[in-house]
């Protein structure tokens, strides 16, 4: 496990950094500078710009939630980083794989959020996983979260309330019953169905991805 | 079918998930607002794809619709043809009855037909009994005329010189010609031909026994000029009838069943002591 070789935090800077030089040489590669004079007009249409926000939005925030904590901050990393792909556009700088470029635009902020901050708590656990993944996989994984998001999101309130207890919270079955006024053998049967619904739609996304039936 | 790999990567994103989840937040539409406002960017784009998106939706309907009633107007021919010599009686939707003779089509689109108008085409000989219907008037197109009437028996006998009209009963309505129109009004007993080469216009008055023999197997002639009696055996017996004897200006007044044409021959010419030789038309 990665997470052992983490612990300390000297070795997360030195992590942190070595991450941001494989961006800073990726980097070299993703800027064509656009010779054409015609500068009104930016390179990806405001109709293609938004589509490609409102796909990629989700899943980059929860890869930005694999650094941060907070969703506050990862909205605003995600926010800032789509800011500055506009304003790229705008001057015409053409991004020749945006989608990975997003991806490593929202790594290297969220990284220098956490190493600015003097919060100790940061999740390294996640770092260490990052490691030894494709970046592929590292998106391909963001989707798959922010589907479960969306598939959260979806429930209804009550069975919703029961799950965010018991899996964020960490609470018990019995607890839940008794600060919600309900039987353990609701609070059962709503986490069944909830944990049914999320299954649905891992599963959904494996059979897209492999065409297992 | 989850394999308990797959069950364990799933539980470690669910928790991950549900760890962070909280409500409310990573709203895709209200990002993308927040966004929008703070760089400026128009709502108009975003409304025009769906103008465009509505707007394609509503071509591909009107173009089905269009497909779907030009599909349905689009004629179905129904044709009758006969054999040289042969007589066929044919009748219309509306219970018309057209008979034609040798070597004659018909044609009428059985979609249309009876809407507003009743329409049929032909080329040849056909004799036709309109059923009445002041509503729909009938006509007949050949290729150079048209005749319509409201309900009355007319023959049309399309040659490749000149179309020529005979009405039995009631009154048709004769016109020719594509740049230049020319029209008459035939009431029964009458007869127009219209010569392709003249371009125009001849009415008889007269009335011709012998116009629908081809039909009623049966020539009649009343006090008939010589001329006229080869004309008509010409035409039902499809020959060639030269006389080789003079006697210009007799007259002949019979009736023929069906006979023929030697035994025809045969009386004529010991009648009006004539020498009529028949030779096959070719």
Redesign the interface.
């Given at each position: 496990m990665g997470f052992f070789y983490f612990p300390v935090w000297t070795d997360k800077y030195k992590y942190i950094n070595i991450l941001k030089f494989e961006y800073l040489q990726r980097k070299l590669i993703y800027f064509v500078t656009d010779s054409s004079e015609n500068k009104s007009m930016a390179t990806i249409?405001?109709?293609e710009?938004?589509r490609i926000?409102?796909e990629l939005?989700?899943p980059l925030?929860?890869f930005a939630?694999?650094f941060t904590?907070k969703?506050?901050d990862?909205?605003d990393v995600?926010?800032q980083v789509?800011?500055d792909v506009?304003d790229k556009n705008v001057n015409h700088v053409v991004i020749a794989n945006i989608k990975s470029y997003l991806f490593q635009a929202v790594r290297n902020r969220s990284l220098t959020l956490i190493a600015q901050s003097t919060d100790m708590q940061q999740t390294t656990e996640?770092l260490a996983d990052l490691e030894d993944t494709s970046e592929e996989e590292q998106m391909y994984?963001a989707e798959?979260?922010a589907r479960?998001?969306s598939a959260?999101d979806g429930l209804p309130a009550e069975r919703k309330k029961i799950?965010?207890l018991s899996?964020?919270d960490g609470l018990k079955y019995q607890e839940i019953a008794d600060e919600l006024h309900l039987s353990v053998k609701t609070v059962e049967n709503q986490m069944g169905k909830a944990?049914k619904a999320?299954?649905e739609t891992?599963?959904r996304i494996?059979c897209f991805l492999f065409g297992?039936? | 079918?989850?394999n308990n790999e797959?069950e364990n990567k799933?539980e470690k994103?669910?928790?991950?998930?549900?760890?962070?989840?909280?409500e409310g937040?990573?709203d895709?539409?209200k990002?993308?607002e927040?966004?929008?406002a703070?760089?400026g960017?128009?709502k108009s784009?975003?409304l025009?794809?769906y103008w465009l998106a509505a707007a394609s939706v509503f071509l591909l309907l009107v173009g089905i619709g269009t497909f779907y009633i030009v599909d349905r107007n689009k004629p179905e021919w129904v044709a009758i043809t006969t054999a040289s010599g042969q007589v066929k009686e044919v009748f219309l939707p509306d219970s018309t009855l057209v008979s034609m003779a040798g070597g004659s089509t018909l044609r009428y689109d059985i979609k249309g037909y009876g809407k507003e108008r009743r329409v049929v085409e032909m080329s040849g000989k056909a004799f036709f009994q309109v059923k009445r219907n002041e509503t729909r008037p009938f006509s007949v197109h050949t290729a150079l005329t048209e005749v319509t009437v409201l309900g009355t028996s007319f023959l049309v006998n399309e040659r490749p010189a000149a179309t020529e009209v005979n009405v039995v009963t009631g009154k048709v309505r004769f016109s020719a010609g594509q740049e230049e129109e020319k029209q008459v009004v035939l009431t029964a007993g009458m007869s127009a031909v219209y010569s392709k080469e003249e371009k125009d216009m001849t009415i008889s008055k007269e009335e011709n026994l012998n116009n629908l023999s081809w039909k009623t197997k049966q020539l009649r002639f009343d006090d008939t000029p010589l001329e006229q009696v080869i004309k008509d055996l010409n035409d039902y017996y499809q020959v060639k009838i030269t006389n080789k004897a003079k006697s210009q200006n007799a007259r002949l007044t019979a009736t023929f069943n069906d006979l023929p044409l030697d035994e025809v021959l045969m009386v004529i010419n010991q009648t009006l002591d004539t020498r009529l030789v028949a030779a096959p038309e070719k």
């Open positions: 249409s405001s109709g710009f938004e926000f409102k939005y989700k925030c929860l939630l694999r904590e969703t506050e990862a909205e995600v926010q789509f800011a506009w996640f994984q798959r979260d479960l998001w959260i799950f965010l899996k964020r944990l999320l299954r891992a599963k494996y297992v039936a | 079918m989850m797959q799933f994103r669910m928790r991950f998930v549900a760890h962070r989840y909280k937040a990573l895709t539409n990002a993308w927040q966004f929008a703070r760089k960017i128009r784009v975003f025009l794809r």
